[in-house]
């Protein structure tokens, strides 16, 4: 679709979203701040703010009174000033950030995570995501969200998720200290343990991986005379800010033999942004969605964060994420894109070619993605 092309969506639907987004919003705001179910954060941080969240925030546009969110607020402790009382007594999770950006930034979980990956796993096709089928997870491990929630999705789909060991922090002190020797070493640690896991009889269908993890795989396997869909692999979902449409191409055109698989978007803070369909017929052109309601994705003004881009054009990630277990309001993220168009799956906007924000590409290191 050309920019100047009307989008493939009824405006109905696209209006039926965002009333559902509004009320939406006035849900969490209500949660959030009402003083038996809010956060000691936002609870106190609402002293201090010249409106009433419970009374002036009525639609999605009304976040804006809060302003940007702070990244700092989420480095460090104490955790629990971001427990809601609502949810007081509840077992909690603590997730962290890849650090990639300095301390990182920790966010707490009760059952988000699930619910995240539960929804996506309605955007799988079952014809190569068969349920009851066994995952390999190639991705980070440690204290991050990603390895519990693949795991979960395997398990709601009724099969048994296998994980590697990964420490990406590792990877980034190798490529900052340029012992190109050492990560190498490292990363076919990695991929050894993947091989491992595929050879062991453990009849895998599905798979998580990072694009460089994938390509690594798939190079392996192929100097052993074999494929990722030979070794058994039917669906793939990958993600990462390296993942281009010449990546998206050269992955399906050389790596996967007939595998299936699918972008994804995410984050700590955000859960998991959906691909429209890719491939041939749209030039592997990649575009994500955010899983409205609970979360969503604005490319905004690289100078004003208030302002929307139009439409093709390219700006900053701003986040928003509007749970009961968590709320943060224009979160401006570390990386840019293009605004693209709601879809007939997806009736609000998306974004495309995302890649490192520049204002920090610089100082940022990928690493595993």
């Known amino acids: 679709m050309s ?70 607020w989420l480095r460090g402790g104490p955790v629990q000033r971001w427990i809601p009382q609502g949810f007081a007594g509840k077992p909690v999770f603590v997730f962290e950030t890849g650090g990639t950006t300095g301390i990182p930034k920790t966010r707490v979980a009760i059952n988000d995570f699930r619910t995240d990956y ?34 979960h999705l395997a398990q709601y789909r009724g099969g048994i998720s296998f994980c590697v060991d990964l420490d990406p922090r590792w990877v980034i002190k190798l490529i900052k200290k340029g012992w190109s020797e050492h990560l190498e070493a490292y990363k076919a640690h990695v991929i050894d343990q993947a091989v491992t896991i595929l050879q062991a009889g453990h009849d895998i269908r599905c798979m998580f991986a990072t694009p460089k993890l994938l390509e690594a795989l798939a190079l392996r ?51 998991l942004a959906a691909s429209a369909p890719t491939g041939p017929q749209n030039n592997y052109k990649i575009t994500y969605h955010a899983p409205q309601p609970r979360a969503v994705i604005e490319v905004v003004d690289f100078d004003d964060p208030t302002r929307l881009v139009e439409y093709g054009q390219s700006g900053r990630v701003k986040l928003t994420t509007l749970t009961k277990e968590f709320f943060v309001p224009g979160f401006l993220e570390r990386d840019e894109g293009e605004r693209e168009p709601p879809c007939d799956q997806y009736p609000w906007d998306g974004i495309s070619g995302v890649k490192p924000f520049r204002g920090v590409a610089q100082s940022t290191t990928v690493g595993v993605y």
């Open 221 to 271: 396997l192929d100097s052993m005379g074999t494929t990722i869909h030979k070794a058994g692999i039917t669906g793939i979902f990958s993600g990462g800010t390296e993942f281009t449409p010449q990546w998206n191409r050269f992955a399906h055109e050389e790596l996967l033999d007939g595998a299936y698989m699918t972008p994804t978007y995410g984050n700590t803070l955000m859960g």
């Open 118 to 151: 539960e929804y996506f796993s309605e955007t799988l096709p079952d014809k190569y995501f068969p349920r009851g089928s066994n995952w390999l997870m190639l991705g980070p491990s440690g204290p991050r969200r990603l390895r519990l929630s693949v795991e």
């Open 3 to 72: 920019h100047t092309e009307t989008p493939a969506v009824s405006a109905a639907a696209i209006s039926s979203a965002r009333e559902r987004l509004d009320a939406h919003v006035r849900e969490i705001v209500k949660w959030h701040f009402d003083p038996a179910t809010g956060c000691p954060f936002w609870l106190e941080r609402a002293r201090s703010f010249d409106f009433d969240p419970l009374r002036d925030v009525q639609t999605f546009d009304d976040l804006n009174k809060f302003g940007s969110f702070e990244d700092e």
